[in-house]
């Protein structure tokens, strides 16, 4: 049974510093693997996607690598913004095109 | 690209009363649709997905029910709430299988 954990479950770090949250799942036979964005009482906003062939994807200052055979995913965000504070979720979409879900990591960034 | 609408926003129910939300899309046809529950301080749970009209898969047994009589309308519903169906409730579609899935902005349920 594929199951994901996401490690921190919380983070808060000064304006302007690099940071890295991590995801990893048990078990590598994944089709792809999410992270998105949720804002307190608010939707899910996907971010990144990267299917199982890849090793990494970027947009903006967001950069997420994939290593499937150790079952790992990081998302590392530069130059971290007080309007990157959220709650950060790592999914993959298991053998069954099931979706499967960290408990995610809260994060905080402080002006 | 597509648009997700979920109503209503919030709600506030008794135990024992029904339950009835609705989520719309727009911009893409035929897509799979998926329900989720996200509990207080818990991951996201998927309840419900379906690939059809009239086609509707459930990932955990619950009193919590789902139909979707238009291609692009799902309809999650209760005929008695319990006070553990309280959550954030999320639709969510994706164009086929194993592809990115979008969400919508959500139904916060309070069962009282």
């Known amino acids: 049974k594929q199951e994901v954990t996401q490690i921190p479950a919380a983070l808060s770090v000064p304006e302007g510093e690099n940071l890295v949250l991590n995801c990893s799942f048990t078990?590598?036979?994944?089709?792809?693997l999410q992270w998105f964005r949720q804002d307190p009482g608010k939707g899910l906003t996907s971010l990144l996607l990267?299917?199982?062939s890849q090793r990494e994807q970027t947009s903006g200052r967001l950069n997420a690598s994939l290593d499937k055979s150790s079952g790992r995913s990081t998302l590392y965000i530069a130059a971290s913004q007080p309007g990157d504070s959220a709650t950060y979720l790592c999914?993959?979409?298991?053998?069954?095109?099931?979706?499967?879900w960290g408990a995610g990591t809260k994060l905080i960034i402080k002006p | 690209s597509q648009t997700i609408h979920q109503w209503p926003a919030t709600l506030v129910q008794p135990v024992g009363s029904p339950l009835s939300l609705e989520c719309t899309v727009e911009?893409?046809?035929?897509?799979?649709l998926y329900w989720y529950r996200q509990a207080a301080g818990r991951g996201l749970q998927l309840l419900f997905y379906?690939?059809?009209?009239?086609?509707i898969s459930s990932e955990v047994p619950q009193n919590l029910s789902a139909s979707r009589p238009q291609d692009r309308q799902f309809i999650l519903s209760s005929k008695k709430l319990l006070l553990s169906d309280s959550g954030f409730y999320l639709c969510?579609?994706?164009?086929?299988?194993?592809?990115?899935?979008?969400f919508g902005p959500g139904t916060r349920l309070t069962v009282t």
């Open positions: 990267i299917q199982s």
């Open positions: 379906s690939v059809g009209i009239g086609q």
């Open positions: 969510a579609v994706a164009k086929q299988e194993g592809v990115e899935q979008y």
């Open positions: 078990d590598s036979a994944i089709y792809n």
């Open positions: 911009g893409t046809s035929n897509p799979n």
């Open positions: 999914a993959v979409v298991d053998s069954n095109y099931q979706l499967i």
